[in-house]
């Protein structure tokens, strides 16, 4: 299964928004896919877009974002802090379709 993932770098004493939208998911108002966030910078993947083999060697490091993105409910989370920090979200493409997302990272 295709997941897609926006590696993102804040640094010290900076906020930044980052908001995963879903304009088009498969199951319409039902559909959804989870969130998964791993502390660290990772681009082990093409086009941002990896597969599960891809993400083997840092498995144990990724956590749930207790999150589902559908169709009318983004992810939206705050990141930063006092120190440089590197993160990486990941977000399953679901099964029975395409699906579409517009991500954005904005300073707040």
């Known amino acids: 299964m295709p ?3 926006v590696p993102f770098t804040v640094v010290a004493n900076e906020n930044w928004q ?3 939208n879903s304009t088009k998911m ?3 108002a039902n559909g959804w896919t989870d969130v998964y966030i791993y ?5 082990g993947g093409a086009n941002n877009t990896c597969t599960a083999g891809d993400l083997y060697p840092i498995i144990n490091e990724i956590q749930s974002a207790d999150f589902e993105i559908k169709a009318n409910q983004p992810y939206i989370e705050t990141f930063g802090g006092s120190t440089q920090q590197s993160y990486t979200v990941f977000f399953l493409v679901p099964p029975g379709g395409p699906a579409t997302f517009h991500v954005t990272l904005k300073q707040v």
Do not use: A
Not at 39 to 43: E, I
């Open 3 to 5: 997941t897609n993932y």
């Open 18 to 20: 980052l908001t995963i």
């Open 26 to 28: 498969p199951g319409g």
């Open 39 to 43: 502390k660290g910078l990772w681009d």
